[in-house]
């Protein structure tokens, strides 16, 4: 399933109007990721296609969808992991992911070291999330947050820019993180040699992080 444009990922967890807001400027078609298409209807979208299991989906919202339902029936991977598996984006742009049951946005975390390759932004009532890319150049607000979490070992790590340097850390879940970091400079530069880093903002930076994933592509 392929999209020439970013995209918007809506999952089955919680969204409010504030979130939804924040989105439109950045994408072009809508997704939902099984019970999201119970969401989306909620929130007044119209998906171009309702992708998963579908033990969540309603039988009205079978009903609305009809032909744009993909079924995709095992039980090995997350509705989530379905989409991202499926799908082919520039970007992809998720909400309904964070802020509910803590193993789903667990799973949702996971699903962003395991599909590395993709370009995704999680956005919650309060923060966004991505996945570090081995370069990743930022434009943010001297003061701004900047919290960083480790979902692996990782190593190399160099950064300038930032109020606590990174240079010759090592992360990993049980050992280092870096949350609470704070922009010291107008450009941010984070470099990472190996290991999955989840960066962490304000989801008010979302036009700031859209543009530094963006970039990272572009230089790949």
């Given at each position: 399933m392929?999209?020439?444009?970013?995209?918007?990922?809506?999952?089955?967890?919680?969204?409010?109007?504030e979130t939804?807001?924040?989105?439109?400027?950045f994408v072009?078609?809508i997704?939902?990721?099984d019970?999201g298409?119970?969401?989306?209807?909620?929130l007044?979208?119209?998906?171009?296609?309702?992708?998963?299991d579908l033990d969540?989906?309603?039988?009205?919202?079978?009903?609305?969808n009809g032909?744009?339902?993909?079924?995709?029936?095992?039980?090995?991977?997350t509705?989530f992991e379905?989409?991202?598996?499926?799908?082919?984006?520039?970007?992809t742009?998720?909400i309904?992911?964070?802020?509910?049951?803590?193993d789903?946005?667990?799973a949702?975390?996971?699903?962003l070291v395991?599909?590395?390759?993709?370009?995704?932004?999680?956005?919650?009532?309060r923060?966004?999330?991505?996945?570090?890319?081995?370069?990743?150049?930022?434009?943010l607000?001297?003061?701004?947050?900047?919290?960083?979490?480790?979902?692996?070992p990782v190593l190399g790590l160099r950064?300038a820019g930032?109020?606590?340097a990174?240079?010759?850390?090592?992360?990993a879940?049980?050992?280092?993180?870096?949350?609470?970091?704070?922009?010291?400079?107008?450009?941010q530069?984070?470099?990472?040699?190996t290991?999955?880093?989840?960066?962490i903002l304000?989801?008010?930076?979302?036009?700031a992080?859209i543009a530094a994933?963006?970039?990272a592509?572009?230089?790949?």
């Open positions: 392929r999209f020439e444009a970013p995209i918007l990922l809506v999952g089955n967890g919680p969204v409010s109007a939804l807001a924040l989105v439109p400027p072009g078609k997704v939902a990721a019970g298409a119970n969401v989306a209807a909620t007044g979208l119209t998906v171009e296609a309702v992708i998963g969540s989906v309603t039988p009205e919202s079978r009903h609305r032909e744009n339902i993909v079924l995709v029936s095992e039980q090995d991977t509705d379905k989409c991202l598996h499926l799908i082919e984006a520039p970007l742009i998720g309904g992911f964070l802020g509910g049951r803590l789903h946005e667990l949702a975390l996971n699903a395991k599909f590395a390759t993709q370009k995704v932004v999680l956005i919650g009532e923060d966004l999330v991505f996945l570090c890319p081995k370069r990743l150049e930022m434009g607000p001297t003061g701004t947050r900047v919290s960083l979490f480790p979902m692996g950064s930032l109020e606590y990174l240079d010759g850390l090592e992360m879940p049980g050992a280092g993180i870096g949350t609470s970091n704070k922009a010291s400079a107008k450009v530069l984070i470099e990472v040699a290991g999955p880093l989840l960066v304000s989801r008010r930076h979302i036009a992080a994933i963006e970039m592509a572009s230089d790949t």
